[in-house]
Antibody, heavy 119, light 111 residues
Framework: EVQLVESGGGLVQPGGSLKLSCAAS????????IHWVRQASGKGLEWVGR??????????AYAASVKGRFTISRDDSKSTAYLQMNSLTTEDTAVYYC??????????WGQGTLVTVSS | DIVMTQTPLSSPVTLGQPASISCRSS???????????LNWLQQRPGQPPRLLIY???NRFSGVPDRFSGSGAGTDFTLKISRVEAEDVGVYYC?????????FGGGTKVEI
């Protein structure tokens, strides 16, 4: 069974940092691009960024709204991807999903983890 | 950025009847590699998104064949041949041809 499990969400003050994890199983993680997507409460989906596989030099790309503040990384030995989030603002409050898969990069989705930025 | 526009915003449907959702992109989604990276996702209430269709018309593993995708260039359509109760939710188109990836605003399908 394919699983993507996000963790690390929680309440953080504006200007703070948080690191999310995405643990994968049931598919060949190392062959997969991993994306992060977020969804504010009652709103639509927003792409955050992605990291490619080793053969593509672990290339990353980010949305303009997070570039320079967020960093995506991965540890293929642990089948885990990460989203390091710095300089958080209230606008970053959302459920954060990781998604991956060798076919399209968005084959499988986790259940999400809630990040709340508030004082 | 490529803007993805979905219509309608909301679609009341009747069980057993067909439903159709349109998605229009602000520029062509044909990639330089010749593929068109237009995907459709379903998000049931309280659930994460789920991939239904990739590259315009390819059903992902486990997706019922009542779902179909079509289109080309800038105009795309998701069709449900006979709506079932489990199809209630919000449907999103997603372009992955160009960075940043962008989603349509979503279409709510309700009975």
């Amino acid at each position: 069974e394919v699983q993507l499990v996000e963790s690390g969400g929680g309440l953080v003050q504006p200007g703070g940092s948080l690191k999310l994890s995405c643990a994968a199983s049931g598919f060949t993680f190392s062959d997969s691009t991993i994306h992060w997507v977020r969804q504010a409460s009652g709103k639509g989906l927003e792409w955050v960024g992605r990291i490619r596989r080793e053969a593509k030099n672990y290339a990353t790309a980010y949305a303009a709204s997070v570039k320079g503040r967020f960093t995506i990384s991965r540890d293929d030995s642990k089948s885990t991807a990460y989203l390091q989030m710095n300089s958080l603002t209230t606008e970053d409050t959302a459920v954060y999903y990781c998604t991956g898969g060798a076919a399209t990069g968005i084959d499988y989705w986790g259940q999400g983890t809630l990040v709340t930025v508030s004082s | 950025d490529i803007v993805m526009t979905q219509t309608p915003l909301s679609s009341p449907v009747t069980l057993g009847q067909p439903a159709s959702i349109s998605c229009r992109s602000s520029q062509s989604l044909v990639h330089s590699d010749g593929n068109t990276y237009l995907n459709w996702l379903q998000q049931r209430p309280g659930q994460p998104p789920r991939l239904l269709i990739y590259k315009i018309s390819n059903r992902f593993s486990g997706v019922p064949d009542r779902f179909s995708g079509s289109g080309a260039g800038t105009d795309f359509t998701l069709k449900i041949s006979r709506v079932e109760a489990e199809d209630v939710g919000v449907y999103y188109c997603l372009q992955a041809t160009q960075f940043p990836l962008t989603f349509g605003g979503g279409t709510k399908v309700e009975i």
